[in-house]
């Protein structure tokens, strides 16, 4: 099956390991050029290694993006390193283990700009060029959390005002050929993650989990998330404008009808 993205130019965010990490080499197993963003440079580095480097076209930026200047900086990276990518994944995003539901206004903002502002910021920069293109494939990583009581209230409140974003501004940019999607995953096991840390901790309290609320008996794996994100950056995803996906193993009991 031809993806239709061999040499496209591809930025990943978050993508230094897990779900963020298994989209980038997915992506790079289509042929896309990938630039991946991360804080931590090593992480970084040891996945270059992996997709090929730079022989290979890819580019790693090291960069924290919640910083006011970061996605500025970061784009003009990608314009003086890289290029104008027409495949933007937004993987960016996590609880940042703010669980208070009576947080301050201060932690509200943390973690509205690291799920949510980041992302809008990027797209404010770069979907206009895919609009010109009259071609361009974003995706949100979303969470299962967006759309029931799935975590912390900050987390489930702000992954909903992504995931609404995403329906709304998908429909303004379809008519340019530009697709926008989320994808809401479930609980995904990555390596030195909450499942792993709690599988060593708590395996009782794992065994529970997957017997009750996982209606597949396991947890996800990132390669099954990056396999699904990839389609939705080809071609053939075409027709999912403002697509809204749940992929979490029917750990949901929400109906989806978007």
Avoid at 89 to 104: A, E, R, Y
């Amino acid at each position: 099956m031809n993806f239709g993205i061999a040499d496209r130019l591809a930025l990943v965010t978050g993508a230094g390991r897990g779900i963020g990490r298994a989209i980038a080499q997915c992506l790079s197993g289509e042929g896309a050029r990938v630039a991946v963003v991360s804080r931590t440079l090593t992480d970084l580095e040891t996945l270059m290694n992996e997709m090929g480097g730079k022989d290979k076209g890819h580019l790693a930026v090291a960069i924290d993006l919640v910083e006011d200047e970061g996605p500025s900086t970061l784009v003009k990276i990608l314009q003086n390193d890289f290029g104008q990518p027409s495949i933007v994944v937004h993987n960016l995003g996590g609880t940042l283990d703010i669980k208070d539901p009576f947080c301050s206004i201060q932690d509200w903002r943390k973690v509205y700009r690291f799920n949510f502002e980041v992302a809008v910021e990027l797209n404010n920069s770069l979907v206009p060029y895919m609009q010109k293109q009259k071609w361009g494939r974003v995706v949100h990583i979303s969470s299962i959390s967006s759309m029931e009581n799935h975590g912390p209230v900050t987390y489930c409140a702000i992954k909903a005002a992504l995931t609404a974003y995403t329906r709304s501004f998908g429909g303004v940019v379809a008519p340019d050929g530009v697709v926008v999607s989320a994808v809401l995953p479930g609980a995904v096991f990555t390596e030195n993650g909450y499942w792993d840390f709690t599988s060593k901790e708590n395996p009782e309290h794992v065994t529970k989990f997957l017997a009750e609320r996982q209606r597949i008996g396991r947890f996800g794996k990132t390669e099954e998330i990056g396999n699904f994100v990839t389609f939705l950056c080809s071609d053939l995803a075409s027709f999912n404008t403002g697509s809204i996906i749940p992929i979490d193993g029917g750990q949901g009991r929400g109906y989806f009808g978007q």
